[in-house]
Nanobody
Framework: QVQLVESGGGLVQAGGSLRLSCAAS????????MAWFRQAPGKEREFVAF????????YHADSVKGRFTISRDIANYMVYLQMNSLKPEDTAVYYC????????????????WGQGTQVTVSS
């Protein structure tokens, strides 16, 4: 139904910035809520940010609020995560997800996932 491919990850020093992109393909992209999650080695997948179908409503986890910003370009099937003031604890594989069912905070509520992109923040 929907395929998601993340890009933009890399190695950055603490305090630096990165912008992640998620390219979507398939049908009815505009009808899906979207989110970013991340997963560090040995840890559970963690909610990062959410954006609704129209792009008019967003929510960011407390751990990234004020530093990260989620956005989307519906016409071009793109979702972005602008990451500023990066910290070493932001190091993780970042995943794009689509189609929330109930609670947008829970990874299990999303039907579609990308392959992930690695973000490493050095101190």
């Amino acid at each position: 139904q929907v395929q998601l491919v993340e890009s933009g990850g890399g190695l950055v020093q603490a305090g630096g910035s990165l912008r992640l992109s998620c390219a979507a393909s398939g049908r009815t992209f505009s009808s899906y809520d979207m989110a970013w999650f991340r997963q560090a080695p040995g840890k559970e997948r963690e909610f990062v940010a959410f954006i609704n179908r129209s792009g008019g409503s967003t929510y960011h986890a407390d751990s990234v609020k004020g530093r990260f910003t989620i956005s989307r370009d519906i016409a071009n099937y793109m979702v972005y995560l602008q990451m500023n003031s990066l910290k070493p604890e932001d190091t993780a594989v970042y995943y794009c997800a689509a189609d929330v069912r109930r609670s947008f905070l829970n990874a299990r509520e999303y039907a579609y996932w990308g392959q992930g992109t690695q973000v490493t923040v050095s101190s």
